[in-house]
């Protein structure tokens, strides 16, 4: 990939920057602006170089319409608190507002189109409608910088089909994710604990599947933990199951076992009644329940690690020289099944290994908890992203400025 540390001048030149600013919104108030900071080294590096710099990036999922409630309107206003100077926003992604607001740029001034997820050509599938609209995007800018590491992993034309037609370079976002992706699967520092959380166990098989090959020891909590105690043989009552993944769950026990590898499950889980999590406003009715995994209450779910596990999952990671985590160990979003998570954030923030936040839920619970960034090795802006590189697949946003290079 060519770096934009190879640029030469490009002072008067616009520098068409695509971005992950999809951050999480309450109402028009950003809750966690990690994104838009870790977009900055590359934005003032640009700035200082004189160009003029037009940046392109999504919020939520518009599905290819014009919708208010997706407008990059607080990302603008925050982009310019963070860089100290106005950041314009065209009213459009492509058409004349975006064309003028690009036309009236100064040398260093920045400006942001429209959502580009409000066109339709950004998403689709064919071939063709995507170029059409990328050459719209190319005539924005004399050079492409990819640095929205988040959506690497999509085929779409902001991320991959405008690399093609302009000279296109990596910003220094997507070469610090890629190099410390690199670190973790290129002959990590041992022990590498993984740990794995989060909802929906279908969604990490495939992580699942190579980082075994690659980690010493494997810790897995959050909602996708109970389909693995299921595969044990343990009852797991009113908890998360993803009944067509028990076979799998159980044929990675065994894989786990047979490579040597430490496969870690809870030992104990705090329970709630059925239906007592209101997921919509994160809030809980009835109270909460300790259990050891052995014994899960059959009227109630496991929605935290207990303290047993948190105990022991600390002292695994206290000893790791890698650690990688991605997803929540229960719904940390309500105060009351949060320790669990907390308690592998502090793990973390206390180990002197070389530790990884995964992005998403992750990211935004350690920052919720209070953690600094500085805390941690390294907190991606790509969970999906971090996750399919590390799953081994090919990422198209970053094979693509390896094919131009
Ligand atoms: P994911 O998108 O798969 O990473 O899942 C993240 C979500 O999983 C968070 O919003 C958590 O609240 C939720 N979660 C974690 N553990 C559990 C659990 N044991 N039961 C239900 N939801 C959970």
Known sequence: MKSIADLGDVAGQRALVRCDFNVPLQGDQITDDGRIRAALPTLTALQQAGAKIV???HMGRPDGEVNPKYSLAPVAARLGELLGCDVALAANVVGSSA?????????????????????PGETS???GERLELAEKYAALGDFFVSDGFGVVHRKQASVYDVAKLLPAYAGFLVEAEVEVLKKLTVAPQRPYVVILGGAKVADKLA??????????????????AYTFAKAQGYEVGKSLLDETKIDDCAGYLQQGEALGKKVLLPV???????????????????DVVEADITDLPADRGGCDIGPKSAEVFASEIAGAKTVFWNGPM???EIDALADGTKGVAKALVDSDAF????????AAAVRAFGYDDSQFGHISTGGGASLEYLEGKELP???VLEEVS
């Open 268 to 286: 104990d889980a705090l329970c709630v009644g059925e239906n007592a999590i209101d997921f919509s406003t994160f809030t809980l009715s009835g």
């Open 125 to 127: 599938k064919d071939d």
């Open 355 to 362: 530790t990884v936040v995964g992005g998403g839920d992750s």
């Open 99 to 119: 064309q003028e607001t690009v036309a009236g740029l100064d040398n260093g001034q920045v400006a942001l189109v429209e959502n580009v997820r409000f066109e």
């Open 207 to 224: 992580v699942i599947d190579n980082l075994l090959k690659v980690a010493d020891t494997l810790i897995i909590g959050g909602g996708m």
């Open 397 to 399: 946003g970053l094979s």
């Open 55 to 57: 940046i392109m990036a």
């Open 330 to 332: 229960g719904v940390f």
